[in-house]
């Protein structure tokens, strides 16, 4: 079995924290830019953030630039999107997708046609 799994979504209040986890299942991250996207219901899927493998690059969302902070850790197999100041707009399931990296940036485009976790449920609540 090759995927990427998210874990790490939950509920929590205004203006608290979450990190979430992208891990490589059946392979390694090696080689590949990683990209954070959310779905909320009757919504369309929206980019976050990504980084790329080599030159660890990243891009963010305005939606989410200065709060939210996309890193990697490639001796743990894992990427990580930590999510600060978070907000009830932030409620969404939260994704993420992998792709063969090709460049020194990472492409938001590319890894939205890219292979996708099941992802893991945020739910930002008074």
């Known amino acids: 079995q090759l995927e990427v799994v998210e874990s790490g979504g939950g509920l929590v209040q205004p203006g608290g924290s979450l990190r979430l986890s992208c891990a490589g299942s059946g392979f390694t991250l090696d080689y590949y830019d990683i990209g954070w996207f959310r779905q909320a219901p009757g919504k369309e899927r929206e980019g976050l953030s990504c980084?790329?493998?080599?030159?660890?690059?990243?891009n963010y969302a305005d939606s989410v630039k200065g709060r939210f902070t996309i890193s990697r850790d490639n001796a743990k197999n894992t990427v990580y999107l930590q999510m600060n100041s978070l907000k009830p707009e932030d409620t969404a399931r939260y994704y993420c997708?992998?792709?063969?990296?090709?460049?020194?940036?990472?492409?938001?485009?590319?890894?939205?046609?890219?292979?996708w976790g099941q992802g893991t449920q945020v739910t930002v609540s008074s």
């Open positions: 997708a992998r792709a063969r990296s090709i460049e020194i940036t990472c492409n938001m485009r590319r890894l939205s046609s890219g292979s």
């Open positions: 980084i790329n493998y080599s030159s660890g690059r990243t």
